[in-house]
Structure formats: C-alpha cells, structure tokens
C-alpha cells in the first residue's frame, strides 16, 4: 500500500515554535535515503519551507523520521560550527544520503553527507554537505505535527 504524502507544494503550512505560530508556504521536498555509519537504511521526507519573516524562518525545513515515535523536528540555520559539547551523535541518522527532490531544491544535489546530533531533550544539531557545495549548519528542535492551512 503506497503512503499518502501529507504535504504538498504550495500549501501554506504552520508550524507553532516556541509558542509562537510560524507559517509558511511549502516550496519543496526532498526523500532521503541514508545509509548510516553501520551500512543500515532509513528515510524520511524533508520539506522546505520559505516566508517573508526574517531569519532563521526566512527558509526552514521540518522532517519526520521513520518509525512510530518518531519525531517531527524542525530545522534552521545555525551559525555555530561545532555540535554542543553535550550533543551525542545519532549514528543510524548520519552517513551518506541519496536525495530525489519535488519542487524547489535550493542546494540539494542526488547525494549528501549527513552528521545529525541529539543536543539536549528536544533539541538537535546537523552538519550537511551536498555535492559541490560548502558545509551547512542547522539546529532541530522537536516539534508538534505541522498544519495545513485553510
């Protein structure tokens, strides 16, 4: 049985940050597939948003990674270089990815390097470089599932 996909291009779509009501509209979507460290495979859609609010909500991108509990996170841009000294390393959501893309794709190439960390509860950090690209910085936190706007 094929999934429906939950989010689609276009779609206005708000995300509550920090009590606060963050909406944007939908521009694309990457499906990763990862290989991890351990040579193990998971995937997950990634879907990118843009707003006319400044940064870090200017461009944001929110997941949900595979399996039951999983969490939906969103992600920013961060300008901190280095994991928080306490972050753990989430080694089944690091490795090599392979990307295909709906929409807008900004930098996203077929394949990217990804090293994801858990920095605290409901917080995250990632380090990601696509093909011919310089390294990114983002920071996660753990979120409610994103709407729909009506």
Known sequence: MRRKKLFKPN???????DGQTVTGTLTGVDYYVLED???KKCKWP???L???????????????WQGKN???ILWTKSKQRLAPKKAKMIFEKSGIAHIKFVGDFGA???WASLIQY????????CLERFANSKVMYF????????KIVR
């Open 11 to 17: 779609k206005k779509i708000s995300i509550i940050v």
């Open 37 to 39: 460290f351990g040579g």
């Open 46 to 48: 990634s879907y990118t």
């Open 50 to 64: 843009v707003s006319k609010q400044k940064a870090p909500f200017n461009r944001y991108w929110f997941v949900k």
């Open 70 to 72: 999983a969490p939906w």
């Open 108 to 110: 996203s190439t077929p």
């Open 118 to 125: 858990k920095a605290g509860k409901d917080k995250y950090y």
């Open 139 to 146: 920071s996660g936190q753990k979120i409610a599932k994103p």
